[in-house]
């Protein structure tokens, strides 16, 4: 240990870096001494900080290079008695402790330095992550709505593709009829049937546009008693609505006004029904 000061090794202590007998001298000195005492706690506090923060295994040769280091380094010459050293302006007074500025002060700052670029580091490191996360999760919910609107398109497509045919089923059967009535309002409509295929399509003209939350409801009417065939699109004049469920002994297609979304029963008396003949 530096007989001209014996506070000089407290960094050394702190990394494991004095010969085992210098570190012997310098925990003796330490046992009795305040001021390395607080120092030691500080550069330890420091050392830990930063080990949080890099945690990497130091190279087996770092200790000899060190030493290796230290031991070329010229050491100041310990001034003689009465005569002030090179960086001496004052001596401290009597009672007072001389706050250090040496080394060791030195190398706490520049851990500390070091500590707090690793946590800005890690701060940035963690932004650009949650930034990356964040874009990614975004892609994925875009991806995902995509593929439920393409999947929602092309069920409406096989669904439309699906009753075309059905429509062209019963247009293009042997045995279709086609029957024709004037509603209660004066509109037209038109029941093109099939009994062989069991199915009837609907066209209207001249029906007047509704007011919103209304809507027209077609219903088979077996023995009297109206069965729900569907319910009509928003312009009805513009297409052939194929009708749901099947003929059975459905003997008049009848048309009424009911709430948006249809009811089991008609609510309103209907606009009129077109005879199914054989």
Avoid: I
């Avoid at 009535?181 to 003209?205: I, M």
């Amino acid at each position: 240990m530096n007989a001209a000061d014996p506070h000089e090794p407290s960094g050394a202590y702190v990394l494991h870096a004095l010969p085992e007998e210098e570190r012997r001298a310098f925990e003796e000195h330490l046992a009795g001494c305040e001021q390395c005492q607080e120092e030691v706690a500080e550069l330890r506090a420091t050392t830990a900080l930063l080990g949080q923060v890099t945690a990497e295994q130091p190279p087996g040769a770092l200790r000899d290079r060190v030493l290796s280091r230290v031991a070329a380094t010229p050491q100041e010459s310990r001034p003689r008695a009465g005569e002030p050293g090179p960086h001496t302006e004052e001596t401290p007074r009597a009672g007072t402790k001389a706050r250090r500025r040496g080394p060791a002060r030195t190398l706490r700052l520049a851990l500390a330095a070091s500590v707090a670029v690793g946590l800005v580091c890690l701060g940035l490191a963690g932004w650009q992550w949650r930034e990356a996360s964040d874009a990614k999760d975004h892609a994925h919910q875009v991806e995902a709505r995509a593929e439920e609107h393409v999947r929602q398109v092309e069920a409406d497509a096989n669904r439309a593709e699906t009753q075309q045919q059905n429509v062209t089923k019963v247009l293009t059967a042997p045995d279709v009829r086609l029957q024709t009535q004037t509603l209660s309002d004066g509109a037209t409509a038109s029941v093109t049937f099939s009994r062989s295929e069991d199915s009837a399509t609907l066209a209207v003209s001249g029906l007047p546009a509704l007011p919103e939350g209304r809507t027209y409801a077609a219903w088979f009417m077996e023995d009297g008693t109206p069965v729900p065939a569907g319910l009509l699109t928003n312009n009805p004049e513009r297409r052939v609505t194929l009708l749901k469920g099947t003929l059975d002994n459905a003997s008049a297609v009848a048309l009424s006004v009911e709430p948006a979304g249809g009811s089991p029963q008609p609510t309103t008396t209907p606009l009129g029904a077109v005879p199914l003949y054989a």
